[in-house]
T-cell receptor, first 114, second 112 residues
Framework: DSGVTQTPKHLITATGQRVTLRCSPRSGDLSVYWYQQSLDQGLQFLIQYYNGEERAKGNILERFSAQQFPDLHSELNLSSLELGDSALYFC?????????????FGPGTRLTVL | AQSVTQLDSQVPVFEEAPVELRCNYSSSVSVYLFWYVQYPNQGLQLLLKYLSGSTLVKGINGFEAEFNKSQTSFHLRKPSVHISDTAEYFCAVSDKGNQFYFGTGTSLTVIP
């Protein structure tokens, strides 16, 4: 158990809908990362937050957005969903958010878009 | 931009045999290098990382990796594998600017 929690574990929705994925980092960790893992694209870095502010942005679509709240939990919002958004979404956390810090991954949220 | 290539998508190996999982990266800047393991239905777990200094890095579960700057490689090795090592292994690169790039993964299957 990494100490990172993600809810829900599974999510099934329809095209065009909007969903919110939630992540709680390990106690004391200030930084949160979001990743998308799909069969065709592999594991892709989406975005990183540090202490409430966006620190780095990867291959995140404009239909996707994220935020980190004062209690340090984070939410990833996916809108206008397409079939291709079906994937496993991971959240990870690290203590300080530097590139060399170890990231601790949650168990993931599996999103299925029908 | 950086890219990571894991040359072998699947590696079967007999129990107690040695294994090497290959990783090559392309980058015009210095990078940090990582190996992660993903067990079935779980998130990723860090095995080891190279930041600087000695090119031979030792990690958890008996794994080690060697950074080769001239060949831009960071191959993962274990001298004797166990059944419990069956998992997906990912090589990753960070350009120190908090951008992370992962390889497509190598599925290691240990055969009894």
């Amino acid at each position: 158990d990494s100490g990172v929690t993600q809810t829900p574990k599974h999510l099934i929705t329809a095209t065009g809908q909007r969903v919110t994925l939630r992540c709680s980092p390990r106690s004391g960790d200030l930084s949160v990362y979001w990743y998308q893992q799909s069969l065709d694209q592999g594991l892709q870095f989406l975005i990183q937050y540090y202490n409430g502010e966006e620190r780095a942005k990867g291959n995140i679509l404009e239909r996707f957005s994220a935020q980190q709240f004062p209690d340090l939990h984070s939410e990833l919002n996916l809108s206008s969903l397409e079939l291709g958004d079906s994937a496993l979404y991971f959240c990870a956390s690290s203590s300080e958010g530097a590139a060399y810090n170890e990231q601790f991954f949650g168990p993931g949220t599996r999103l299925t878009v029908l | 931009a950086q890219s990571v290539t894991q040359l072998d998508s699947q590696v079967p190996v007999f129990e107690e045999a040695p294994v090497e999982l290959r990783c090559n990266y392309s980058s015009s800047v210095s990078v940090y290098l990582f190996w992660y393991v993903q067990y079935p239905n779980q998130g990723l777990q860090l095995l080891l990382k190279y930041l600087s200094g000695s090119t031979l890095v030792k990690g958890i579960n008996g794994f080690e990796a060697e950074f080769n700057k001239s060949q831009t490689s960071f191959h993962l090795r274990k001298p004797s594998v166990h059944i419990s090592d069956t998992a997906e292994y990912f090589c990753a690169v960070s350009d120190k600017g908090n951008q992370f790039y992962f390889g497509t993964g190598t599925s290691l299957t240990v055969i009894p």
